[in-house]
């Protein structure tokens, strides 16, 4: 406990000091204009990196991005670093009621799946064996 007063929200104390610390109250900072980007969890990254390290090793991807845009979550990936991706997996929470949230579009920005769980819309990648008769 500290002898000093309670200040109105927002205003700065200060103890002396060149710098100013601003008291944020959570419940306003949630309601703000500006929320937090929509992110990946860490099950989320889990799934999506057992699949980039096995795409990896059969030497079909060689890079990946993420990015955490306010609207969705994107993981790109690449053949060549310095090419546009090959794949996105998308993971927009406005669609989760709908279509589902999460998405595997190719470098032509079609759909090749959606879902409502990460691991069904990655299974687009695994590959089905063929039996071939000789």
Excluded: C
Aim: aromatic content about 8%.
């Amino acid at each position: 406990m500290t002898d000093q007063t309670d200040l109105p929200r927002g205003e700065a104390r200060h103890h002396g000091q060149t710098t100013s610390e601003v008291v944020v109250d959570l419940h306003e900072y949630k309601k703000s204009k500006n929320p937090p980007p929509v992110t990946f969890h860490r099950r989320e990254l889990d799934l999506i990196l057992r699949l980039y390290g096995r795409m990896v090793g059969e030497g079909e991807w060689r890079d990946y991005a993420i990015d955490h845009l306010k609207d969705r979550a994107v993981f790109s990936v690449f053949k060549r670093s310095g090419e546009a991706p090959l794949y996105r997996i998308e993971k927009n929470p406005k669609l989760a009621a709908k279509q589902g949230a999460y998405s595997v579009l190719n470098a032509h920005g079609t759909i090749l799946k959606r879902g409502q769980e990460l691991a069904q819309v990655l299974k687009v990648f695994d590959k089905v064996l063929k039996l071939v008769e000789i």
